[in-house]
């Protein structure tokens, strides 16, 4: 993108396009958002305060770690946050019990990750040095996080990229937004318009031209948008989606060496949480992990709303792709009785409001997030290069050891208006 770059449209309000649209405007850019979504956010996904007593997210719902630039815009934006409070739980399919983390060869697990220095997958890192019958909880353990937190192929995942987190134990410091993720949606896309970015949504582009030196962005609709230059956020398998030019094309192909994860996300809200009158003293429980179709449960804990949200993440989701929204809610349900030795009527029964999403079934987004490959962070560099009037931004492009978060979207997107502005 050269230094002519006055006009430059943005494609997708999520919070990568927001963030660097923000930053461009302020710089004095002309910027234009396409957003094929009715609304901003993207896989950020608020849903109504009236239906769940909050504004709770179908998509992406906590912080993860230190995220800086995600906390400086919530001071930015008046906003707080709540950390992560109480006890995990886990079901082995007789008895719930509290999450016992330590594994008795984790200290070997952690010489082992020291003294790696070639990456290689997690399904290959596992059958190389923890192969034995001894170590068959550990495997469990370490495939259960992988797809389930980082919702990634164990026999695609690189070691290397995990093993900051395999060396804490599988501890993640988390937080909620007082308000959810959407505000501060609301706050960025505000800010973006305040400073005379164009927001124009029902936009699905399917193309970008160059020819002449002049560049066009192409709708599906027929919208043809004249720029200087286009930063693409979309989600990686939408990349495959629009016709770019040859040189672009060519750095998109290294997309394919990132990987990226599907997750199915179910909220239920119930009249009263019945999972605190247990006699297993659940009141203070946040996560619950098991082995049920939908795996993964969490309270809204230490808030009292009486909402349970399933998760189920990484390449096994395939096998609930036929299964529509109330199918869904149904597989959670009987997931829940089976855990709790509920009759699965009785939990039917307390039902006020429901919410199910498949990412891989969302148009826009074609699954949830990213995680990195031994292949990715050579990737990256790739994409991230600003070599064109064609650049690429988002969550799958950060270095960190946070990639797929919206941390690393928001900083994806600014990093990449700074790479526009220093030209």
Not at 185 to 195: T, V
């Amino acid at each position: 993108m050269s230094r002519q770059s006055e006009h430059v449209v943005i494609v997708g309000a999520g919070a990568a396009g927001l963030m660097a649209a923000r930053a461009l405007a302020r710089a004095g850019r002309t910027v234009t958002i396409l957003e094929a979504r009715e609304r901003c956010g993207g896989r950020i996904h608020p849903l109504p305060a009236s239906e769940f007593g909050y504004p709770a997210d179908a998509g992406a719902e906590f912080i993860h770690g230190d995220a800086p630039v995600t906390r400086a815009l919530l001071r930015e934006a008046g906003l707080s946050s709540q950390l992560i409070e109480g006890r995990q739980w886990s079901f082995d399919g007789t008895q719930l019990s509290r999450e016992d983390r330590h594994d008795p060869h984790e200290d070997e697990l952690h010489a082992v990750l020291g003294q790696l220095k070639d990456d290689l997958t997690v399904a290959d890192f596992l059958r190389r040095h923890f192969a034995g019958e001894d170590y068959a909880r550990l495997r469990h353990s370490i495939e259960r996080m992988v797809e389930g937190y980082d919702a990634a192929d164990p026999e695609r995942a690189s070691t290397l990229a995990l093993r900051a987190e395999w060396m804490n134990g599988g501890h993640h410091t988390q937080a909620r937004i007082v308000g959810g993720y959407g505000a501060m949606i609301d706050f960025l896309a505000e800010q973006c318009r305040s400073h005379g970015v164009a927001i124009r949504f029902g936009s699905v582009v399917s193309a970008i031209t160059e020819e002449g030196g002049a560049l066009a962005v192409r709708c599906a609709g027929g919208d043809v948008q004249a720029c200087d230059g286009v930063v693409l956020t979309v989600p990686l398998p939408l990349l495959r989606e629009i016709a770019l030019p040859s040189a672009a094309r060519a750095k998109a192909a290294a997309a394919d060496d990132i990987g990226f994860g599907s997750v199915i996300k179910i909220l239920l809200r119930f009249t009263r949480p019945w999972w605190r009158e247990r006699p297993e003293d659940l009141v203070d429980m946040t996560f619950l992990l098991s082995d049920q179709t939908i795996p993964v449960w969490w309270t809204r804990y230490p808030d009292q709303h009486p909402v349970l949200t399933g998760w189920f993440g990484g390449p096994r989701t395939a096998g609930l792709n036929g299964l529509d929204s109330q199918e869904l809610i149904d597989a959670g349900l009987s997931s829940l009785a089976a855990i709790f030795g509920l009759p699965r009527d009785d939990i039917a029964r307390d039902l006020v409001a429901t919410a199910a999403t498949n990412w891989a079934h969302d148009p826009f987004a074609r699954g949830a997030y990213s995680w990195a490959t031994p292949r990715t962070r050579a990737a990256q560099t790739i994409l991230a290069r600003a070599d064109g009037p064609v650049l690429f931004s988002g969550e799958a492009l950060y270095h960190g050891s946070d990639m797929g978060t919206v941390e690393a979207a928001l900083a994806s997107g600014l990093e990449t208006a700074r790479l526009i502005l220093r030209e």
